[in-house]
Structure formats: C-alpha cells, structure tokens
C-alpha cells in the first residue's frame, strides 16, 4: 500500500509558476513509476508526466512537455514544475503511483491521491 499526497497547488497569474510536490509514505516508494494527471471541470482526466522507478526516464503529454518539468529525489517525494502556466492549466492535479512506467492510461495506476487544485487567473 502507499499513500500518496499532493500538495502546491494554488492560484497564480497567468505566466507564473507553480511547483507541485508528490509525497509517498508506506511501501517502497521507490518500487513504482509516478504519474501526475489533471481533470479541469467537466472535462475528463488527463495525463499530464510520468517518471520511471529510478527517475532516469521520463514522458509528457506532448502539450506539456516545453513548459512542465518531472522529477522525484531520492527519498519519497515527485515534484512537477510547472512554467509559463495559462488558464487552460487550470485543474485538480493527481498525482499516482503504478509499475508501469510511462503509461498514459488512468488504470495503470494503483494508487492516488486526493489531488491539488492549481487555477490560473487570466
């Protein structure tokens, strides 16, 4: 079991930045790849980045990939930089644990958390 929990999140202006964080506590956290998806109001949700068990790898939603940035230390928290933000940005952002490195898809994840709410003023 991990517990997974997103904290960060906030309202900026349009062109600014956030810094989300991802903190894991139970099992090895080290043993699962680390997603972050978003789902803005009425909309589904999306995936977003993803890092690799040993963070040596990484993936983007291909939208995302010039102005987010994934990363995880090397204790038990994932971070996702977000620059240049808009108010299409804005969202809950999930952050989510699986052993599938770089999946896209929603069910390949084992583990959430409750989520952040990022918005972006105009």
């Known amino acids: 079991q991990v517990q997974l929990v997103e904290s960060g999140g906030g309202l900026v202006q349009a062109g600014g930045s956030l810094r989300l964080s991802c903190a894991a506590s139970?099992?090895?956290?080290?043993?699962?790849?680390i997603g972050w998806f978003r789902q803005a109001p009425g909309k589904e949700r999306e995936f977003v980045a993803a890092?690799?068990?040993?963070?040596?790898?990484t993936v983007y939603a291909d939208s995302k990939k010039d102005r987010f940035t994934i990363s995880r230390d090397n204790k038990a928290t994932v971070y996702l930089q977000m620059n240049s933000l808009i108010p299409e940005d804005t969202a809950v952002y999930y952050c989510?644990?699986?052993?599938?490195?770089?999946?896209?898809?929603?069910?390949?994840?084992?583990?959430w958390g409750q989520g952040t709410q990022v918005t972006i003023a105009s």
């Open positions: 890092i690799s068990r040993s963070g040596g790898n």
């Open positions: 989510a644990a699986g052993f599938a490195f770089g999946s896209r898809l929603n069910y390949d994840y084992q583990y």
């Open positions: 139970g099992r090895t956290f080290s043993s699962y790849a």
